[in-house]
């Protein structure tokens, strides 16, 4: 697959489709499952290696894992193919509304501000209207077989791409690197992403494949226990921080997820924390374990 990329065959006819700079946002990594009835996964490679692509390759069909933009911008380059998602991140795909809702910036003070970041940072043209699919669907190429499994968490929707035959996950936003597991919109759920990390620990991938950063070959299972344990840890951070009361803002100004190197950042990073502190916050006043007097937080001592 020379010029589309770099290529890296992960079995005969199953390509990772290697995005610059290791798939470093905006950009997200492709899988490409060769075969009569060609397959790609995602399009966020950048226009000039989907262009190169689409010269080399006839596809049949394109999927996206979900509907977070750097996996999908380049749809717009596949307006005669037929493009789908699952059928809870579809919508987001098709309407900038829904997207926008999705992420739950509506009536906020910095609404505005959040869609001009958002858009600035991945323009958006137009794609064609993307179907749908289910989770457990077989795609044939006629030379191999992806299984969808559905990874919900991270987005409704979110799905992952199965070659049985060798064990490969192309696991799109399961990415056990230092910065996730990410549920930083208010469609995402840290329970169902929990849950998610441990299927795919159930489907004992030798190869899990990301969209971003580099394929995990060892220690697969090892990578994704202490991805899950991050969830834990946030959660006594916070429990930490709430020794006395505290306020939501207050909170959030300690940073008490991503830390105080990132904060000067700013926008995504703030918005992406304050959104994860609100879903642990939440179900932390509903187990008791945190109390909420007036305006603000404390956590409640645990009687063992
Ligand atoms: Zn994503």
Not at 59 to 66: E, G, I, R
Not at 200 to 223: C, F, K, N, T
Not at 272 to 286: S, Y
Request: hydrophobic share 40%; proline share 7%; charged share 25%.
């Amino acid at each position: 697959m020379e010029g589309c990329g770099e290529a890296l065959e992960l079995d005969p006819g199953l390509l990772l489709l290697r995005a610059p700079d290791w798939g470093r946002i905006p950009y997200a990594h492709s899988l490409l499952a060769l075969g009569r009835r060609s397959v790609l996964v995602d399009t966020g490679l950048g226009p000039p290696a989907i262009k190169r692509l689409r010269r080399r390759v006839k596809l049949a069909l394109v999927l996206n894992s979900h509907y977070h933009r750097d996996h999908n911008w380049g749809n717009y380059l596949f307006k005669d193919a037929p493009v789908r998602a699952h059928r809870l991140d579809a919508p987001m795909i098709n309407s900038m509304s829904a997207y926008f809702r999705a992420m739950g910036i509506a009536g906020r003070r910095d609404e505005a501000l959040i869609r001009r970041f958002t858009l600035g940072f991945i323009p958006h043209i137009r794609g064609p209207r993307v179907g749908t699919f289910e989770g457990g669907e077989v795609f044939d190429t006629g030379e191999l077989e992806l299984e969808v499994v559905h990874l919900p968490g991270h987005s409704p929707g979110h799905c992952g791409f199965l070659h049985r035959a060798s064990r490969t996950l192309f696991s799109a936003d399961v990415v056990p690197d230092s910065f996730g597991p990410w549920y930083g919109h208010a469609c995402s759920s840290m329970e169902d992403f929990a849950a998610t990390i441990d299927k795919v620990i159930s489907l004992s991938p030798r190869a899990l494949v990301p969209s971003h950063g580099r394929p995990v070959r060892r220690g697969v299972e090892r990578a994704l226990r202490e991805y899950k344990s991050r969830i834990a840890w946030r959660e006594e951070r916070l429990l930490g921080a709430l020794g006395r009361p505290r306020t939501l803002g207050e909170i959030i100004n300690e940073h008490p997820f991503y830390g105080r190197r990132r904060a000067p950042l700013g926008l995504p990073y703030s918005f992406w924390e304050e959104t994860m502190v609100r879903k642990h916050l939440e179900r932390l006043v509903a187990e008791g374990r945190v109390v909420k007097v007036g305006r603000r937080f404390v956590s409640r001592p645990q009687i063992s």
